[in-house]
């Protein structure tokens, strides 16, 4: 049986003929044939994806390649953003220890019906997947694929592109809509953790009067008033202050972590005091509000990378990266800190990933967040 070996480059260029040439100059394929690849790229490079992902695909002789389009792309301590650039991973896995997850409802209740066997013989509960945030049926997908595996475990993030027309990812070819990727053996041993971008404010709170995504009362009280009190005198006296700084905390349900789903808060209306929030709710609900806090969210980062470092005891082989396209440069740094403080605190091994407009840990689509996945 081949044992899992990774390796990984990136590049920036002109052309996409130029970086794919420095990726696999710079990439190395080792004594075995790779038979897995990950390619992310900016979305300056969206419209050459069909060209780049041929041209990796005839040059690495890799059949199999999953990735997303990015606002930004991660790389082995450092982060592109802006230009034309590309991050490549080739993984060798032991054979029959994967399969794609094709696009679309259809495809993906195909494959799964075509590899039940191949799932219980593989131990198979783990898989990397992409998604398009357009489609407001993905969290569904990603909880029924979960169920699926019984239960499974699932790490990505939704493409990030400004123009609809680039939210693309890739199945072994470029495409869109739904859930895409790949599903992984119980013999391809991985570990992962997420870290949060926000800091719960002290107090939590249970929906008592909803409608949808609208709060009308909270703890029997009209929404806003207690949304006032939690957030503090300064900000409530400008409510237009809140906007990107104040979010909806909604916690995970018997998550042993303290563990929470961030949502956007996306309207006010102080004359009725409603809060509308980025997600539906129902009454008896559990809520929080959160704010961004850069230091907390360094803080935390350092905890997962803590964490993870001591669960893979120096046996890091590669890994994956898909954080909020709200953190990055927005909330750590010009000059790539998130990533160099994966490399700081883990070392220098083989990793790519992207910014994502949503991130998926588990079974569950995340906002404001990092989520870590290493081979060993």
Known sequence: MKSTSISAASATGTTWQSIAEHCLADIGQGDTPA???????????????????????????????????GSGICCTGREIYDEPAAAV????LPDNSYRLIPPG????????????????E?????????????????????????????PGFLVGGLSSANDAMNQLQIAGDPCQDGLSGVLMSSGIPVISGLTQGCTPLE?????????????AELDGRPALDVFREDIGEVLSKDLSKVAGYIFAGLPVSGSDTGDYLVRNLV????????????DYVEEGDSIMFCRRDGETAREDMLRMLHDLGNRAAGKIRGGVYYTCLGRGRHQFGENSEELRMIQDELGDFP???????GEISHNRLYGYTGVLTLFL
């Open 105 to 120: 409802i259809d495809s993906m209740t195909d494959m799964i019906t075509a590899n039940r066997n191949w799932f219980a």
């Open 203 to 215: 107090k939590k709170h249970t929906v008592t009067h909803c409608e949808r995504n609208i709060l």
């Open 267 to 278: 309207g006010i209306d102080p004359d009725q005091k409603l809060l509308a929030i980025g």
């Open 122 to 150: 593989q131990g198979v509960h783990f898989g990397i997947v992409h998604g398009d945030p357009r489609n407001s049926h993905v969290q569904q997908i990603i909880e029924s694929l979960s169920a699926e595996l019984n």
């Open 351 to 357: 990793l790519v990933g992207f910014f994502a407009n």
């Open 89 to 92: 991973m080739l993984a060798t």
């Open 35 to 69: 038979n897995l690849g990950f390619l992310y790229v900016t979305e300056p490079l969206a419209a050459q994806l069909s060209s780049l992902l041929a041209y990796l695909r005839e040059n690495t002789g890799i059949a199999d390649w999953i990735g997303s389009v």
